[in-house]
């Protein structure tokens, strides 16, 4: 099957797990739970992983799926077999607080490199999909980053962990961006601020996130002409496209100064 024709299916997939999602959130019953102690999951975060795991299995039978509520186990992320990487719902707690920035996100990767990716947001009705080396769209018109070249005047997207004791942390590099960047916006969707870099909406995105969260929106940035990477060297043994750690995409212009900003905020060399 061409990378095209997977795409195909996997962009098909994402829209009936959005229509799922709307009509879950229309029906106005959602059961919530915690997860790792801190972390909000829902009945149709299953339901919804569910569908996408049965339709990826019968229509590729064997190949491997790492997804966020069924299947979370990484060890398959060192592994160079095909592999499936899914969000259900990135952005459970906008989905259940009764915000837009909600995505359905699906990525094929071979031999640890992201090939194909879908992010489909069901209430924004925007659906942003890319193709390794052929280039990225949103409703199938190509979109590229937005080629800004001064971080003073750029908008940087982020995000925060769970863990409220992990953010302590952040702040120093946060008010090092907040202090030389326009404004800094956290919309509480890794795949859709990856989306919006690609697009241009975003100039950079700096955040650690699970595999799920960031594998397709990162092709999809990519593709549209954004520099990717990470803060810090990736360990040895994972594959650098899914590698969360401290992620930097970037309308490349501002990568450099970006990354080297946030080390100065990490290390309270900035004041």
């Given at each position: 099957m061409t990378l095209e024709e997977r795409l195909e299916q996997a962009t098909r997939i994402a829209h009936e797990a959005g229509r799922r999602i709307r009509a879950a959130r229309e029906g106005g019953s959602l059961q919530r739970n915690i997860k790792h102690g801190n972390e909000l999951v829902t009945d149709i975060d299953v339901a919804v992983d569910r569908y996408i795991s049965e339709q990826l299995e019968s229509l590729f039978p064997g190949e491997a799926r790492l997804t966020e509520e069924l299947s979370p186990d990484r060890r398959d992320l060192s592994d160079e077999k095909p592999l499936w990487v899914v969000d259900p719902i990135d952005g459970t707690v906008n989905f259940a607080h009764g915000h837009h920035h909600v995505a359905v996100s699906i990525a094929w990767v071979?031999?640890?490199?992201?090939?194909?990716?879908?992010?489909?947001?069901?209430?924004?009705?925007?659906?942003f999909t890319g193709i390794r080396g052929s280039g990225a769209w949103c409703n199938d018109e190509p979109i590229s980053v937005s080629g800004t070249r001064e971080l003073d005047a750029s908008l940087i997207g982020t995000g925060f962990p769970y863990d409220r004791d992990a953010r302590?942390?952040?702040?120093?590099?946060?008010?090092?961006?907040?202090?030389?960047?326009?404004?800094?916006?956290?919309?509480?969707?890794?795949?859709l601020d990856l989306c919006a870099v690609a697009c241009g909406r975003l100039d950079g995105y700096y955040e650690s996130c699970s595999p799920w969260d960031f594998a397709a929106g990162l092709l999809i940035a990519r593709e549209a002409g954004a520099r990717t990477g990470h803060v810090y060297d990736c360990p040895e043994g994972i594959a650098t496209e899914l590698y969360g750690e401290n992620l930097l995409v970037c309308t490349p212009e501002i990568y450099s100064p970006l990354k080297s900003l946030i080390k100065k905020g990490d290390s309270g060399q900035y004041r």
């Amino acid at each position: 099957m061409t990378l095209e024709e997977r795409l195909e299916q996997a962009t098909r997939i994402a829209h009936e797990a959005g229509r799922r999602i709307r009509a879950a959130r229309e029906g106005g019953s959602l059961q919530r739970n915690i997860k790792h102690g801190n972390e909000l999951v829902t009945d149709i975060d299953v339901a919804v992983d569910r569908y996408i795991s049965e339709q990826l299995e019968s229509l590729f039978p064997g190949e491997a799926r790492l997804t966020e509520e069924l299947s979370p186990d990484r060890r398959d992320l060192s592994d160079e077999k095909p592999l499936w990487v899914v969000d259900p719902i990135d952005g459970t707690v906008n989905f259940a607080h009764g915000h837009h920035h909600v995505a359905v996100s699906i990525a094929w990767v071979d031999k640890g490199r992201v090939q194909v990716g879908v992010v489909h947001a069901p209430f924004l009705e925007e659906t942003f999909t890319g193709i390794r080396g052929s280039g990225a769209w949103c409703n199938d018109e190509p979109i590229s980053v937005s080629g800004t070249r001064e971080l003073d005047a750029s908008l940087i997207g982020t995000g925060f962990p769970y863990d409220r004791d992990a953010r302590f942390p952040l702040l120093r590099r946060l008010h090092a961006v907040l202090e030389n960047c326009r404004d800094i916006r956290r919309n509480g969707a890794a795949a859709l601020d990856l989306c919006a870099v690609a697009c241009g909406r975003l100039d950079g995105y700096y955040e650690s996130c699970s595999p799920w969260d960031f594998a397709a929106g990162l092709l999809i940035a990519r593709e549209a002409g954004a520099r990717t990477g990470h803060v810090y060297d990736c360990p040895e043994g994972i594959a650098t496209e899914l590698y969360g750690e401290n992620l930097l995409v970037c309308t490349p212009e501002i990568y450099s100064p970006l990354k080297s900003l946030i080390k100065k905020g990490d290390s309270g060399q900035y004041r």
